[in-house]
């Protein structure tokens, strides 16, 4: 769960979340590195007051300088790609939910063991117990069991939503006559909300 001036990411519930926070750490440094060195060059640029004439039309700067941002591009989409494999890649799901989104609630449908389904609503603001979190705590929450690869069917009854639990790097749209699916795998219990 998120908290009051946090600057940085929920924590990994997911692999996939934490291969997530891994990439950001990675395309960070990479820009990190990037803004250095052009923070370096202006600055020695505005304080000194030598030229190097021959540099301005020199074949092996301008070559350096279009082949260099190419492969930092390549070390950024290689790993964004891998990524995006495994998070659309569906193993053999122990579990499917079928989750169907409505003007001010969501539908819940476990379907492969027995036909049970329930409507989660949001509890109003009057009725939220102490500790309770404002515009997160349902009447119903959704119990998924950890350690299984569990795939969630999303779509939508009447207007565009979006299903997200972001300490599991999840974030599906819900979309009228679309059906989308994702999965999620928790490595440890817990409470996460969305």
């Not at 021959?54 to 891998?82: C, G, Y």
């Not at 079928?98 to 329930?118: A, I, N, P, R, V």
């Not at 699916?181 to 996460?192: A, D, N, W």
């Amino acid at each position: 769960m998120a908290y009051p001036m946090q600057l940085g990411f929920q924590d990994a519930t997911s692999p996939i979340m934490e291969e997530l926070l891994h990439f950001h750490d990675h395309t960070l440094m990479i820009v990190f590195l990037i803004s250095s060195l052009v923070l370096y060059i202006i600055s020695l640029m505005l304080t000194t007051k030598l030229t190097h004439t021959s540099t301005m039309d020199a074949q092996e700067v301008e070559t350096i300088w279009t082949i260099l941002p190419a492969i930092i591009l390549i070390l950024i989409a290689l790993p964004s790609l891998r990524i995006l494999y495994m998070m659309d890649e569906i193993n053999n799901p122990s579990l499917t939910v079928k989750t169907m989104g409505h003007q001010w609630y969501w539908s819940y449908e476990y379907t492969d063991y027995e036909d049970l389904s329930f409507d989660s609503y949001m509890i109003p603001t009057s009725e939220l117990k102490p500790g309770e979190l404002r515009l997160l705590e349902v009447d119903n929450r959704v119990v998924l069991p950890m350690e299984m690869t569990i795939r969630v069917l999303v779509s939508s009854e009447d207007v565009l939503h979006s299903w997200a639990v972001p300490s599991l790097g999840l974030k599906t749209d819900a979309i009228p006559g679309r059906l989308n699916q994702t999965t999620l795998m928790s490595t440890r219990p817990g409470l996460y909300y969305g």
